[in-house]
């Protein structure tokens, strides 16, 4: 149904953007760091769910329709870059306990942000819309091929985010003393509001 050679490109393609620093990455680390491994697979399961949304609606054209529509793709854009500084906010405040009302959250609510954290981001869609279409064989069933391909990049990145949640939860148990874990947690909600920056200029119009 698709050709490996194709599939392998494909592969290789989806785990170097994978690699690539974004807002997943920054939020899974701070979540990690702050509230542990459950936590950060929890949300990892909220992103594979949102990514999976994303990639069928994009093989079955809607991403595509978005992408034409100025005012949807400006006010998906903004949303997910608002979102993301809020996230932001959120993590810095927490790290210094500078707000009662952030008590820590259940599983549910974490995977629920990861989940809205890539229905609102533009560039999951983007990607679907404009890299995947090229590895894609014509003449053969194409929205077969597009849905097979979607869910092999999102079984990359979900296997990339687990890893990556574990390595953090890891690392909290060396950074035990408290003005030090603050000091990297705030250092990482900062680089989450950076990552929310660049979100809008890449994919300003």
């Not at 989806?14 to 702050?34: K, Q």
């Not at 942000?113 to 609102?120: A, D, K, T, Y």
Request: glycine letters at 8%; hydrophobic letters at 60%.
């Amino acid at each position: 149904m698709i050709d490996p050679a194709l599939l392998l490109g494909f592969m290789i393609t989806a785990l170097i953007i994978e690699l690539t620093p974004g807002p997943n990455m920054a939020w899974l680390v701070m979540l990690s760091l702050g509230e542990g491994r459950r936590a950060g697979y929890m949300a990892s399961g909220g992103i594979a769910l949102g990514l999976l949304l994303i990639s069928s609606l994009a093989a079955m054209g809607l991403a595509a329709l978005i992408s034409a529509s100025p005012l949807l793709y400006e006010g998906l854009r903004w949303a997910g870059a608002l979102f993301l500084f809020y996230l932001a906010l959120e993590g810095w405040l927490s790290a210094g306990n500078a707000a009662p009302a952030l008590e820590k959250e259940s599983a549910g609510q974490h995977a629920l942000r990861g989940f809205v954290i890539n229905v609102l981001n533009p560039k999951a869609a983007f990607f679907y819309v404009t890299v995947l279409p090229q590895f894609i064989a014509p003449g053969h069933n194409e929205r077969a091929q597009a849905l097979i391909l979607a869910f092999t990049s999102v079984a990359i990145a979900t296997a990339i985010h687990l890893v990556l949640v574990t390595l953090a939860a890891r690392l909290r148990g060396f950074i035990e003393n408290e003005r030090q874990n603050r000091r990297v947690r705030r250092i990482l909600a900062v680089g989450l509001a950076a990552v929310a920056v660049w979100l809008l200029l890449s994919t300003a119009r």
